[in-house]
């Protein structure tokens, strides 16, 4: 009887957590390059309730199809197994801003922290530091670094990734920086470290960095921010769902108190 406790107990902790990325997905909606995740679940080890039976012939000379009965298996709950990041391209917003980015494929954006270590991006909605340096919105600078003179007028970022900057409204740009893209085998095994960044693992592979257009890593995009690939219609579909879900487990935690209520007061 309290096995009906604990079954309930694991769903209404799994369904908890799977609405905690429901509306994490949905509140992230609108942050630029943000990917949605999803939960995978996977059923706990099953109590074995009859051992599958030896087999019913005797003498396995005379019958060669030895026939066994089944076991049987109860299960006894649910978890999380993992959560994955669909890594899909999201569609692309045109902006205003010539530090607005976007990439066309599958690379990152590679950033470099304070404490030397290097973290990926989809989101390529650059700034400059006081002394001209791209960097995220976070303040973690673009690796290779690429520096603005103070001076230009014009910046100009071509699908290989060359940086342009046109001086004192010199007639001709001159080439200021390159930018390079990350791809890896296994993105999903990407570390998700915040602020829209994620780190390199043992899963994910080693970064291979390349020009932008070569190697599948993706063109680069100017005046153009990724949106997230959050599709809202099927979240608040998963969110309804997980409502229902939770309301049944409420239900059947209901039915085995009312059961067990019984069992007690039989004489």
Same mark, same amino acid.
Request: aromatic fraction near 8%; hydrophobic fraction near 35%.
């Given at each position: 009887m309290f096995q009906q406790f604990n079954i309930s107990r694991s769903g209404f902790g799994t369904y908890q957590k799977m609405m905690f990325n429901i509306t994490n997905n949905i509140a992230n909606a609108q942050t630029p390059g943000y990917k949605q995740t999803r939960c995978e679940l996977a059923?706990?080890?099953?109590?074995?309730?009859?051992?599958?039976?030896?087999?019913?012939?005797?003498?396995?000379?005379?019958?060669?199809?030895?026939?066994?009965?089944?076991? %049987?298996?109860?299960?006894?709950?649910?978890?999380?197994?993992? %959560?994955?990041?669909?890594?899909?391209?999201?569609?692309?917003?045109?902006?205003?801003?010539?530090?607005?980015?976007?990439?066309?494929?599958?690379?990152?954006?590679?950033?470099?922290?304070?404490?030397?270590? %290097?973290?990926?991006?989809?989101?390529?909605?650059?700034?400059?530091?006081v002394d001209g340096n791209l960097m995220s919105q976070s303040g973690y600078v673009l690796d290779p670094p690429i520096r603005i003179p103070t001076n230009a007028t014009q910046i100009t970022i071509d699908p290989e990734g060359r940086v342009f900057a046109t001086v004192n409204n010199d007639s001709m740009p001159r080439e200021i920086g390159q930018m390079l893209l990350a791809r890896f085998n296994n993105p999903d095994g990407l570390k998700n470290v915040g602020n829209n960044f994620?780190?390199?693992?043992?899963?994910?592979?080693?970064?291979?960095?390349?020009?932008?257009?070569?190697?599948?890593?993706?063109?680069?995009?100017?005046?153009?921010?990724?949106?997230?690939?959050?599709?809202?219609?099927?979240?608040?579909?998963?969110?309804?769902?997980?409502?229902?879900?939770?309301?049944?487990l409420g239900k059947a935690m209901q039915a085995g108190e009312q059961m067990l209520k019984a069992g007690m007061g039989m004489t």
């Open positions: 059923t706990l080890f099953p109590v074995i309730l009859q051992e599958a039976e030896v087999k019913y012939a005797q003498d396995e000379d005379l019958n060669p199809y030895i026939k066994k009965k089944r076991g %049987i298996e109860l299960g006894t709950g649910v978890r999380i197994e993992a %959560i994955s990041t669909d890594f899909s391209e999201g569609n692309l917003q045109v902006t205003k801003s010539d530090m607005d980015v976007a990439i066309r494929g599958e690379g990152f954006f590679q950033f470099r922290k304070p404490d030397g270590d %290097i973290v990926y991006s989809r989101a390529g909605n650059l700034a400059k530091d994620y780190q390199e693992t043992l899963d994910s592979g080693e970064a291979m960095v390349e020009i932008p257009g070569r190697n599948a890593t993706g063109q680069v995009v100017q005046f153009s921010i990724e949106n997230s690939n959050v599709d809202i219609i099927k979240e608040m579909m998963d969110m309804i769902m997980t409502q229902k879900g939770l309301e049944l």
